[in-house]
């Protein structure tokens, strides 16, 4: 049984997207659970707000393999609704990210004043 270098660099990019997925939600999970205040809490409250658009990003990037998957497959009518799933995954996660990291920084800005 032979695997085609096409098939095998496919399964390969799947697998590394998989555990790319995986990893991000360990690290979401992690950034959401972070219970130490230092001074007022304002990082254990911008990591929980940062963990859930990586979540989000987790998401995408489960949906990014499963569209290569079905691309591959035939299955482009699938395929392409999936990519409309996995870009607003991706926009809503990065929004996120960008906006928690901003309060954030804000906040830690304003107790240093």
Do not use: C, P, W
Not at 59 to 79: A, K, N, P, W
């Amino acid at each position: 049984m032979s695997l085609d270098e096409t098939k095998l660099l496919t399964i390969a990019i799947e697998a590394g997207a998989l555990i790319s997925t995986f990893a991000a939600i360990v690290a979401g999970i992690i950034m959401y659970r972070v219970k130490k205040h230092f001074g007022t809490g304002i990082l254990a409250v911008g990591f929980k707000s940062i963990s859930i658009g990586v979540l989000f990003i987790a998401g995408g990037i489960l949906l990014d393999s499963v569209q290569s998957f079905m691309g591959l497959s035939g299955m482009d009518e699938i395929s392409s609704m999936l990519l409309l799933v996995k870009d607003t995954l991706f926009v809503i996660g990065t929004y996120i990210i960008v906006i928690g990291s901003k309060k954030t920084g804000d906040n830690l800005e304003n107790l240093t004043k």
